[in-house]
C-alpha cells in the first residue's frame, strides 16, 4: 500500500519559514520523481518544485530563491525548505511521487501565511 504522508504546514507570519516533509512507503523511492504542489481556495492546483531521482531540482518561478526541495533516499522523504513566505503562499500543500505510469499523492497539509 502506497501512502505519501505530509507534515510541517501551519500559520506563520509574513516572512517568516515552514519546513514540510513528505514520508513516502509502498514504493521504490529513489526511483521516483517527487514534487511538491499546491492549490488555493478557487484556483487550480500548481506545481511548486519537483525533484528527480537524479537530485535536479526545477521551481515555479513565483517561489524560486525562497523555497528548497530536497530528498533522502534513505529515509524516503522529501522535504520543501519554505523561506520569505508570503500571504500568496497560502494554500493546500501536496506530495507528489511519479515514476512511468505511476501517480500518487499525499493528503495534503496547510500552509497559512498571515499577520
Known amino acids: 500500500q502506497v501512502q505519501l504522508v505530509e507534515s510541517g504546514g501551519g500559520l506563520v507570519q509574513p516572512g517568516g519559514s515552514l519546513r514540510l516533509s513528505c514520508a513516502a512507503s509502498?514504493?521504490?523511492?529513489?526511483?521516483?520523481?517527487m514534487g511538491w504542489y499546491r492549490q488555493a481556495p478557487g484556483k487550480q492546483r500548481e506545481m511548486v518544485a519537483i525533484i528527480s531521482s537524479g537530485g535536479t531540482s526545477n521551481y515555479a518561478s513565483s517561489v524560486k530563491g525562497r523555497f528548497t526541495i530536497s530528498r533522502d533516499n534513505v529515509k524516503n522523504t522529501v522535504y520543501l525548505q519554505m523561506n520569505s513566505l508570503e500571504p500568496e503562499d497560502t494554500a493546500v500543500y501536496y506530495c507528489?511521487?511519479?515514476?512511468?505510469?505511476?501517480?500518487?499523492w499525499g493528503q495534503g497539509t496547510q500552509v497559512t501565511v498571515s499577520s
Open positions: 507528489n511521487a511519479e515514476y512511468r505510469k505511476n501517480t500518487y
Open positions: 509502498g514504493i521504490s523511492f529513489r526511483l521516483y520523481v
